[in-house]
């Protein structure tokens, strides 16, 4: 006599053959059609730049101190430090990070690069600007905003629409947020500028606790501000009420600023060599 097992389930060997081709040519359909995207799609022409002797030297350098260890470029690399692709820009000036370079910051050692090095690290990273973008921006808004000003004139179209008022707390907060100048890097309802979270996010530590040390110490490309107990109180007060409000104020953020509708071309395929 068998020992009990499990029961074992059966299917029609035709019809385990056809779950079988459909699943295969679905897997076919999808890798053509991923590559025909990326193909199409794929940054050529002018886009597609031959690097100068001085972004050769910058490149070398790059190469030699296994920069890439720590940065990526179009996401390829180690994310123990920022994607440095679009880093530095023609409209941005060199001096900054020629310091950086020079001097170091947190965990990145002080490269002590002449002039002339300088020049030509600067130069390779201004080059793989100009290849594209490493990242896919949030759709380009048809009416931008100052970014520090942003959530204010969400605040106030809030205010128009509901006929509500800022809690106290809640409007100090925004105070303090505009004073700060936090909107230059944080974006609302989306990733902002060196990675920097939508602090309305569900994930998000909002705590007085939690900020107080954040803005004490400061974290990665964020710098560090003395902010009072009742600063802090007042800011935490004010992302908990956006929070609470998100899928509120993400409606209304999209009327504010008209974003233009979504396109697979503007999602951008790179290609690194």
Same mark, same amino acid.
């Given at each position: 006599?068998?020992?009990?097992?499990?029961?074992?389930?059966?299917?029609?060997?035709? !019809? #385990?053959?056809?779950?079988?081709?459909? @699943?295969?040519?679905? +897997? /076919? =359909?999808?890798?053509?059609?991923?590559? %025909?995207?990326?193909?199409?799609?794929?940054?050529?022409?002018?886009?597609?730049?031959?690097?100068?002797?001085?972004?050769?030297?910058?490149?070398?350098?790059?190469?030699?101190?296994?920069?890439?260890?720590?940065?990526?470029?179009?996401?390829?690399?180690?994310?123990?430090?920022?994607?440095?692709?679009?880093?530095?820009?023609?409209?941005?000036?060199?001096?900054?990070?020629?310091?950086?370079?020079?001097?170091?910051?947190?965990?990145?050692?002080?490269?002590?690069?002449?002039?002339?090095?300088?020049?030509?690290?600067?130069?390779?990273?201004?080059?793989?600007?100009?290849?594209? !973008? #490493?990242?896919?921006?949030?759709?380009? @808004?048809?009416?931008? +905003? /100052? =970014?520090?000003?942003?959530?204010?004139? %969400?605040?106030?179209?809030?205010?128009?629409?509901?006929?509500?008022?800022?809690?106290?707390?809640?409007?100090?907060?925004?105070?303090?947020?505009?004073?700060?100048?936090?909107?230059?890097?944080?974006?609302?309802?989306?990733?902002?500028?060196?990675?920097?979270?939508?602090?309305?996010?569900?994930?998000?530590?909002?705590?007085?606790?939690?900020?107080?040390?954040?803005?004490?110490?400061?974290?990665?490309?964020?710098?560090?501000?003395?902010?009072?107990?009742?600063?802090?109180?007042?800011?935490?007060?004010?992302?908990?009420?956006?929070?609470?409000?998100?899928?509120?104020?993400?409606?209304?953020?999209?009327?504010?600023?008209?974003?233009?509708?979504?396109?697979?071309?503007?999602?951008?395929?790179?290609?690194?060599?």
């Amino acid at each position: 006599m068998l020992p009990p097992v499990a029961a074992v389930v059966t299917m029609d060997p035709k !019809r #385990a053959t056809c779950l079988r081709s459909a @699943a295969y040519a679905t +897997l /076919v =359909a999808v890798y053509l059609s991923v590559s %025909l995207v990326a193909w199409n799609s794929a940054p050529g022409g002018e886009r597609r730049v031959e690097l100068d002797p001085l972004e050769q030297a910058g490149l070398q350098l790059w190469r030699e101190h296994n920069c890439q260890a720590c940065h990526q470029l179009h996401g390829f690399g180690g994310f123990l430090g920022p994607d440095l692709t679009n880093v530095v820009t023609d409209e941005r000036s060199d001096r900054e990070f020629a310091r950086t370079l020079s001097e170091g910051v947190k965990q990145m050692p002080a490269f002590h690069f002449d002039e002339e090095q300088q020049a030509s690290v600067l130069a390779f990273l201004r080059a793989m600007d100009f290849t594209g !973008r #490493a990242e896919p921006r949030p759709i380009e @808004a048809r009416r931008p +905003l /100052v =970014a520090t000003e942003h959530y204010r004139a %969400l605040a106030e179209l809030w205010t128009e629409r509901t006929g509500g008022v800022l809690p106290e707390p809640a409007a100090r907060g925004l105070e303090v947020w505009s004073r700060q100048q936090c909107g230059a890097c944080h974006v609302p309802f989306a990733r902002g500028q060196f990675r920097a979270p939508d602090h309305s996010a569900a994930a998000v530590d909002r705590s007085a606790r939690h900020i107080e040390e954040l803005t004490r110490t400061g974290r990665g490309s964020m710098p560090s501000f003395q902010l009072t107990g009742d600063d802090v109180a007042a800011l935490s007060s004010w992302l908990e009420f956006v929070a609470t409000r998100r899928d509120e104020w993400i409606e209304l953020d999209r009327e504010l600023v008209q974003r233009d509708t979504f396109s697979f071309g503007d999602l951008p395929w790179f290609e690194y060599r």
